[in-house]
């Protein structure tokens, strides 16, 4: 309830910004002017993903109108690289922004890119490679919704998991929880791989009643195959690298290996060699800096909340996640940068302003 309180309290804030023409002051200040804000995306829904998931989905509709506001806003939306190198030489053009999308799912092909190709806003994609090519939908997030599709219910199986019984009560977000931990649980104690993974959540979805073959169909919840991932290559979206597996292991090794397999896969669909990175997930821990130096790296992005200044360290650069969950107002907050003075740093990515 409390944060709940503080969110309205920000929105009546912001609001109360903008009408005293706070908004437009920031944008055309010195201080807006030596910071980057880089937006970040995840999926834009083939269906009603966004309704089970306004945290990671938004509907195209929804993206369009964030573009709509970019351009509306006289943003400079800059390439990441470019954004980066322009940063630290203190060379930002006013309003600077960089728009990027995390995973590199199949929708972004179908419903971000044509947008973004509508208003001539450049992207990067951070690519997972592990799943490319492979067009079955990512296993823990397809149950999840498939769960979702079946809210309001309680479902009984006579020979379910591992053929014993099983009884869920899918009504509230709990229930839902519960029974995707013990789905995945299933598939961690038979030591499903991929495909079998995929036979799991048909069976799921045989069981729930939802048509699986359209989800499979309408290629929800997929990678973009390396075809696609090249002709969009070769239509100018910059891809760059986000592990191979979607992991972050603790072992520099290992940690090094995702990287390096990482780039060599993305190398081999575009042609050059990806040298930013962003954290899966946002979750990073200091020891990841210098492997990432070590590997040569540029800059990597965090999901931490806030403008980039040329006092940030490139490896740990904010971004604001956006999402169906976000009012108009708040994205307009950060575009301006009126919503940091509303916000907490988070963690150490930040330097003292």
């Known amino acids: 309830m409390a944060g709940r309180g503080w969110r309205e309290l920000k929105q009546v804030s912001l609001r109360a910004i903008k009408s005293l023409g706070g908004f437009h002051l920031l944008l055309d200040?010195?201080?807006?002017?030596?910071?980057?804000?880089i937006l970040c995306y995840h999926g834009v829904s083939l269906a009603d993903e966004h309704e089970w998931n306004p945290s990671l989905y938004m509907p195209?509709?929804?993206?369009?109108?964030?573009?709509?506001?970019?351009?509306?806003?006289?943003?400079?939306?800059?390439?990441?690289?470019?954004?980066?190198?322009?940063?630290?030489?203190?060379?930002?053009?006013?309003?600077?922004?960089?728009?990027?999308f995390d995973d590199g799912y199949f929708d972004f092909y179908q419903q971000a890119y044509p947008l973004l190709r509508q208003f001539d806003i450049p992207a990067t994609v951070y690519l997972t490679?592990?799943?490319?090519?492979?067009?079955?939908?990512?296993?823990?997030?397809?149950?999840?919704?498939?769960?979702?599709?079946?809210r309001g219910r309680v479902v009984h199986v006579d020979a379910g998991l591992n053929g014993e019984p099983v009884a869920w009560d899918l009504r509230t977000d709990t229930g839902r929880a519960n029974a995707l931990r013990a789905v995945v649980a299933e598939s961690e104690r038979a030591a499903l791989?991929?495909?079998?993974?995929?036979?799991?959540?048909?069976?799921?979805?045989?069981?729930?009643?939802?048509?699986?073959?359209?989800?499979?169909?309408?290629?929800?919840?997929?990678?973009m195959t390396p075809d696609e991932v090249r002709t969009l290559s070769a239509a100018g979206v910059d891809f760059q690298l986000h592990t191979h597996s979607h992991?972050?292991?603790?072992?520099?090794?290992?940690?090094?290996?995702?990287?390096?397999?990482?780039?060599?896969?993305?190398?081999?669909?575009?042609?050059?060699?990806?040298?930013?990175?962003?954290?899966?997930?946002?979750a990073y821990r200091p020891e990841f800096l210098p492997w990432l130096a070590g590997a040569e790296v540029?800059?990597?992005?965090?999901?931490?909340?806030?403008?980039?200044?040329?006092?940030?360290?490139p490896l740990l650069l904010p971004r604001f996640v956006d999402g169906t969950g976000r009012s108009a107002v708040e994205f307009e907050g950060w575009v301006s940068g009126a919503a940091t003075l509303l916000s907490k740093h988070r963690s150490y990515a930040h330097a003292a302003d």
Not at 129 to 150: D, E, H, M, Q
């Open 247 to 282: 992991n972050t292991p603790s072992e520099s090794d290992r940690f090094g290996r995702e990287i390096a397999l990482n780039r060599d896969v993305i190398q081999t669909m575009t042609g050059r060699r990806a040298t930013h990175f962003c954290y899966p997930s946002g």
């Open 298 to 313: 540029v800059s990597a992005t965090t999901c931490d909340p806030w403008l980039a200044s040329d006092r940030t360290n």
């Open 60 to 100: 195209p509709a929804a993206l369009g109108r964030r573009l709509e506001m970019l351009r509306a806003s006289r943003c400079a939306v800059l390439p990441l690289g470019d954004a980066v190198q322009r940063l630290y030489a203190g060379t930002l053009p006013a309003r600077s922004v960089v728009v990027t």
């Open 129 to 150: 490679t592990l799943r490319c090519g492979n067009r079955s939908p990512i296993f823990r997030l397809v149950c999840a919704y498939l769960l979702w599709k079946a």
């Open 193 to 223: 791989d991929i495909d079998g993974k995929d036979r799991l959540a048909a069976r799921l979805a045989s069981w729930l009643g939802v048509d699986y073959d359209e989800i499979v169909s309408r290629r929800m919840l997929t990678i």
């Open 29 to 37: 200040s010195a201080w807006r002017r030596k910071r980057l804000l």
